[in-house]
């Protein structure tokens, strides 16, 4: 395969058996591997997507200054697609972010600017930070949790992949939800082509969407340590009625899983991917569920390598 640029080697990515936790259980697990796509994460394809839409209505062009409000892998996404394309690229982190995220979005050429850990009405929360730079200097805010073009390009390219891969068997869909387009793209496109196709979020312990999914109401407000997934209030993204069914994962299984899917699997993945995987496992236990559960991991383990939990 001889490609020109780098961003077009984004998506098709492979979908692989576990061999190893899923056994003894009633059904197979497959996991999508979005880590490596060449940023390293699930969120290269709406970057791309986001940039490729603003060139077709022409609110962009090479040399422009590019904003996004991120936990890191949107704006890793967008440094790439900003390298290959000529854009500037300008990412607001949460504090509670780690230094690896930092660290490669600076190599990959962007400015980082951390904001406090503050809440989604705040002034001082990451989406507010950089709303606020967009209007001030007349940069071009890509606003992932909003813009319809992530939860298109999921319908659009992560759903299909996945029925086309696993032979039309899958029969769980189980993803995070962090601006809520993988799950509610991709869900919304397998459960048209398998309309009893459960979709299920996988929700850190403290995160309060898996409550507003079964209940409308936010409950469970807490401390967490798994990164890009989970939050307090649902982003516009965020399509609910996509939703069968909610697995809470505590930090501790999350972490825990992800050391088994490196350590006994070989997949390179992050904490959120343990989060995933830990709540496919789940449902793979279960006979009723009917059929092979696919569990999507969202990014790559050299994000969190100064984390404690990955050495444990």
């Given at each position: 395969?001889k490609?020109?640029?780098?961003d ?7 979908l692989v058996r576990?061999r190893h936790?899923d056994?003894?259980l ?18 290269d ?10 060139e ?8 422009d200054?590019l ?9 890793m996404?967008?440094?790439l ?6 854009y500037r690229?300008?990412?607001v982190?949460?504090?509670k972010?780690?230094?690896d ?7 990959l050429g962007?400015?980082?600017i ?9 002034p001082e929360?990451f ?9 001030e200097r007349?940069w071009?805010l890509?606003e992932?949790?909003?813009h ?11 759903g ?7 032979g ?5 869909f ?9 799950i ?5 496109y397998l459960?048209?082509?398998?309309p009893g ?14 409550s507003y ?6 409950r469970?407000d807490?401390?967490?340590l798994?990164?890009?997934i ?9 399509e609910?009625?996509i939703?069968d069914?909610?697995?809470t ?16 699997e ?5 904490g959120?991917?343990g989060?995933a995987?830990?709540?496919?496992l789940?449902r793979a ?8 559960v ?12 100064s984390?404690p939990?990955?050495?444990?």
């Amino acid at each position: 395969m001889k490609l020109p640029t780098i961003d077009e080697a984004i998506g098709n990515t492979p979908l692989v058996r576990l061999r190893h936790l899923d056994a003894g259980l009633a059904w197979p697990v497959w996991v999508k591997c979005e880590h490596l796509n060449p940023g390293g994460s699930v969120k290269d394809r709406l970057a791309l997507a986001i940039v490729n839409t603003a060139e077709q209505e022409g609110r962009i062009r090479p040399g422009d200054t590019l904003i996004e409000a991120t936990a890191g892998n949107t704006g890793m996404g967008l440094a790439l697609v900003g390298l290959a394309r000529g854009y500037r690229v300008v990412c607001v982190l949460p504090e509670k972010m780690s230094q690896d995220k930092r660290d490669a979005l600076a190599m990959l050429g962007a400015e980082v600017i951390m904001a406090p850990n503050a809440p989604p009405d705040s002034p001082e929360n990451f989406r507010q930070v950089a709303a606020r730079l967009a209007q001030e200097r007349g940069w071009f805010l890509t606003e992932q949790f909003s813009h319809p073009a992530n939860p298109r390009i999921h319908y659009q390219t992560t759903g299909p992949e996945i029925w086309r891969q696993s032979g039309g068997e899958v029969r769980t869909f189980v993803a995070g939800a962090g601006t809520g387009g993988t799950i509610s793209g991709a869900g919304r496109y397998l459960k048209e082509q398998c309309p009893g196709l459960q979709v299920v979020l996988a929700d850190p312990l403290g995160s309060q969407l898996g409550s507003y999914a079964l209940t409308g109401e936010y409950r469970g407000d807490g401390p967490y340590l798994v990164e890009g997934i989970g939050a307090s209030k649902a982003p516009e993204n965020l399509e609910i009625q996509i939703i069968d069914a909610v697995e809470t994962v505590s930090d501790e299984e999350s972490f825990q899983v992800t050391r088994d899917l490196i350590r006994k699997e070989g997949l390179w993945v992050g904490g959120s991917s343990g989060t995933a995987v830990a709540a496919a496992l789940r449902r793979a236990a279960l006979p009723e569920t009917g059929g092979p559960v696919v569990a999507l991991v969202t990014d790559s383990w050299d994000r969190y390598f100064s984390r404690p939990w990955l050495k444990e």
